[in-house]
C-alpha cells in the first residue's frame, strides 16, 4: 500500500469515527428528552388532579392537548425491528423536522442483519445527513425525504429520496458532483466502500428535482 492509499485510509477512519460519534451524540440528546418528559410525568399527573378536583375540564383537555404535543417530539417515531436502525432513523427524523423538513419512512427489518451495526449506522447517517442538507436549498414546502427499508428476499433494500434545488445532477462514475467539500466526498467513499465490501449494489439517479439513492446487500 503506498503513501497516499495510507494517508487516504487514515483520514477515511478519522471521518468514520467523527461520524459514529455524532450520531450517538444526536441518539443520547433524543433518549435525555424522553428521561425528561418521564421526570415530568408525575408533576402532570399531579396538575391534571388539581383541575379535576376543581371540576375544570376543559383545563383538562387543554393541558392534554399540549402534553400529546410535548409528547410527539421525543416518541419513537420508527420501530423498524432493528435496534440500531430505529435510533438513527428516529435522531435524524429528529433533526430534519427541526428544520422544517417532513420525512416519510416505511421500514421493516424483520431478521438480524449480517452487516455490522458500524456500517449500518454509516450508511444511513450519511445518506440522511446528505439529504437533509439537500433539503435545506428548497423552500419549506418543497421540502421531502422519502425512506424505503425492506428484506427483499436475501437482500436489505436501503432507498432514500429527496427534493433538490440542484436540478439534474452530472454524474461523475457512481458519484454525481458536488460542492459541499471534502467531509461529504469522505460520506460517498465510506458508502461505496461499505458496499463493494459487502459485494452489494448501489445506484444513485437524479431526475426531475429529486436525487434517489437505492442499496441492495446480501444478507446470507
Same mark, same amino acid.
Given at each position: ?58 383545563? /383538562? ?85 422519502? /425512506? ?45 466502500? /461499505? ?26
Amino acid at each position: 500500500m503506498s503513501f497516499l492509499d495510507k494517508k487516504i485510509d487514515k483520514r477515511l477512519a478519522a471521518y468514520q469515527q467523527e461520524l459514529i460519534e455524532t450520531h450517538y451524540r444526536e441518539v443520547e440528546n433524543m433518549y435525555q428528552k424522553m428521561r425528561g418528559w418521564r421526570h415530568d410525568y408525575r408533576n402532570h399527573i399531579q396538575t391534571m388532579k388539581a383541575y379535576a378536583a376543581a371540576g375544570d375540564l376543559e383545563a /383538562i383537555s387543554i393541558y392534554l392537548d399540549e402534553l400529546d404535543t410535548d409528547l410527539n417530539t421525543v416518541d419513537t417515531v420508527v420501530k423498524t425491528g432493528n435496534s440500531m436502525a430505529d435510533a438513527i432513523l428516529n435522531s435524524k427524523i429528529s433533526l430534519a423536522q427541526s428544520k422544517d423538513i417532513p420525512v416519510m419512512v416505511d421500514a421493516s427489518i424483520p431478521v438480524k442483519l449480517r452487516m455490522s451495526e458500524i456500517d449500518l449506522c454509516c450508511i444511513i447517517g450519511n445518506l440522511f445527513d446528505n439529504a437533509i442538507e439537500a433539503s435545506l436549498a428548497l423552500p419549506p414546502e418543497k421540502r421531502l425525504i422519502r /425512506i424505503y427499508m425492506d428484506i427483499k428476499n436475501t437482500q436489505l433494500y436501503i432507498s432514500f429520496t429527496n427534493f433538490t434545488a440542484a436540478g439534474k445532477q452530472k454524474k461523475q462514475g457512481r458519484l454525481f458532483g458536488s460542492s459541499k467539500g471534502e467531509g461529504h466526498g469522505f460520506g460517498l467513499v465510506r458508502i461505496d466502500a /461499505i458496499i463493494d465490501r459487502l459485494d452489494g449494489y448501489l445506484s444513485r439517479n437524479s431526475e426531475d428535482g429529486a436525487f434517489t439513492t437505492e442499496i441492495l446487500i446480501p444478507q446470507i
